[in-house]
Nanobody, 119 residues
Framework: QVRLVESGGGLVQAGGSLRLSCAAS????????MGWYRQAPGKQRELVASITRGGSTNYADSVKGRFTISRDNAKITVYLQMNSLKPEDTAVYYCNYRYQVSSTYLEVWGQGTLVTVSS
């Protein structure tokens, strides 16, 4: 069974930085896309950033230029470096892996890590 474990959330002042990590446990191969999503209170979950197996990245407009997503395929880990944080970045952040087993496409979510940015 594949599990994702996130770490790195916490409380930070506006303008500060945090680095989130998401590591997979269990056997997982052929990961296509790794991504970070977030959900603020009263809002829908939204994509923050994603990275493909080939390294192509995609960012929400609200985080472009401030956040950087990267992955370590050997460690089956994805990172999110968050700089110049704003109070509106406050949310629970979830990592997501989309992978393939034979001809079946699957996805797994982490449990979430809370990021709180104070003004």
């Amino acid at each position: 069974q594949v599990r994702l474990v996130e770490s790195g959330g916490g409380l930070v002042q506006a303008g500060g930085s945090l680095r989130l990590s998401c590591a997979a446990s269990g056997s997982i191969f052929s990961i296509n896309t790794m991504g970070w999503y977030r959900q603020a209170p009263g809002k829908q979950r939204e994509l923050v950033a994603s990275i493909t197996r080939g390294g192509s990245t995609n960012y929400a407009d609200s985080v472009k230029g401030r956040f950087t997503i990267s992955r370590d395929n050997a460690k089956i880990t994805v990172y999110l470096q968050m700089n110049s944080l704003k109070p509106e970045d406050t949310a629970v952040y979830y990592c997501n892996y989309r992978y393939q087993v034979s001809s079946t496409y699957l996805e797994v979510w982490g449990q979430g890590t809370l990021v709180t940015v104070s003004s």
